[in-house]
């Protein structure tokens, strides 16, 4: 009887649990490219005029954010959590991948600017 209570439990706990969900979203310049993690597949192209980029992300999810610019730049990415604190950050944009902390809801993404070297 305690194994059947127990196997039922486990099986409630299995069904009624969400899985993190992964977004990815590449910046190449002035093209955004957002594409299912899993497949790899690209599910819509956007070139960015403005001067940042926002990416909404449900709660619990993770942002798998690629910054592809080919050259040495930077880039500002401010990040908004739930509770209203915000993050910002400059990430380098040459070739690198950078993953939304948790708790991220907004993303901001500005367009790739010069790195200047400081003496």
């Not at 209203?84 to 939304?100: P, Q």
Request: proline share 3%; net charge positive; with cysteine.
């Amino acid at each position: 009887m305690k194994k059947i209570t127990l196997s039922i439990g486990l099986l409630a706990g299995i069904l009624t649990s969400s899985a993190q969900d992964t977004t990815c979203t590449m910046f190449d310049n002035k093209q955004v490219l957002e594409f299912d993690f899993k497949t790899s597949e690209i599910l819509y192209k956007v070139v960015n005029h403005s001067k940042y980029y926002e990416i909404n992300i449900k709660y619990g999810n993770v942002l798998c954010l690629h910054l592809y610019d080919g050259k040495s730049r930077i880039r500002k990415v401010i990040t908004t959590f739930f509770d209203g604190g915000i993050l910002e950050e400059v990430l380098d944009s040459k070739n690198n991948i950078y993953y939304s902390p948790q708790g991220a809801i907004k993303v901001s993404v500005s367009k790739p600017r010069f790195l200047i070297p400081c003496n």
